[in-house]
C-alpha cells in the first residue's frame, strides 16, 4: 500500500486505518519532541502531494478486503492539512467507507477558512496545541516563520463553532519546556474558549529526534490533569488486542508502521495482533536488510527506520 498503512493499533483511537496524503516529514512546524526527523525546512504551502484520485482508489480496493478496523484516520508522515485535496478525498471515501473519520493535525493551518472546511467531512478531529505563550510556541514547535500561537487558538475558537464532530484537543507535555505553572494555567483558560469535547495530555513516549527532549512522570500528568479540569485526561497505555487476523503482519505492513512512529516490539506485537516470535522474526529481516534499525529511549528499545 502506498498512501495507507495499518491498521494498527493507536492509544486513543483502538485499531485503526492510517492514510497519509504527504511525503515524509513534510510540515509546518520542527517540534523538538518529533519522532520523524529533527531538522527539516518548514512547509505551509497546501497543495496536492500525492495524486487525490490513486489515494481514493486503494481505499477503495483495501476496503472491500479488509474490514477489521474501527477508524479511518487521517495522520502519518507529517501534517495532513497541507494536502490542499484533504475535504475532497475525505469526502470520496467517506461514500463507501462504514468506519468513522478522524484527522490528526498539528493546527497550524487552522486559522484558514479553507482548511477548517476541508476537516468539516470528518466525525472526530484531534488538534494539538502545545503551547499558549508567542516564546513556549516556538520554542517547543519551532514553527514556519511568521507563525502565531494566537492566530491557531482564534482558528480553533472558530472551528469548533461549525465542527458537529468531536474535537479532542491534544497537549504534549515536554519536561521543562511547557510544563511550567504559568503555561498550564494559559492552558485552562484557552481550553474554556475553544470548547473541545475532550483534551488528551500526551508526553515523550517515544524516541524523540532531538536530545535531552525527557517525559513528564504520570503522577505529575495526572496532577494537570485535574488543573484542565473534567474533559482533561491522560493518554493510557496501548491497549492489548487480540490475534484477530493472522498475516496481517508483512514486511510492508510493518514499515508502514514504523514509518508513522517508532516502536517496540510489544507495540508492534499489539498493531498487528501477532506472537512475540513472528514480531521479532518481521523486524530481524528487516534489520537484516538495513531498512531498520534500534535506539533506546527511557530504557526501552524502539525499532526505527534507518534514513
Ligand atoms: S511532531 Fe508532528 S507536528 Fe511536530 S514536526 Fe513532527 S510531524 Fe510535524
Known sequence: MKY????????RLGLSLGVDLIPLKTCSFNCVYCQLSSASDCVTRRKNYVPPEEVIDEFNRFNEENAVYEWITFSGSGEPTLNASLGYIIREIK??????????????????RDVRND???ADLVMPSLDAVSPEMFKKINRPFEGADVGKIIDGLIEFRKDFPGQIWLEIMLVKGINDSDEEISGFSEVIKKIKPDKVHLNTVVRPPAEKNVLPIDRYTLIKIAERLGEKADVIGNLPEVPQFEKGRLSAENLLGLLESHPATLREIMNSFGATRLAAEKAIEQLIKLRKVGEKRFENKVYYVLKP
Open 4 to 11: 495507507l498503512y495499518g491498521p494498527v493499533i493507536s492509544r
Open 95 to 112: 461514500k463507501t467507507a462504514s468506519k468513522k473519520i478522524c484527522v490528526i493535525t498539528n493546527s497550524s493551518l487552522i486559522d484558514l
Open 119 to 121: 476537516l468539516l467531512g
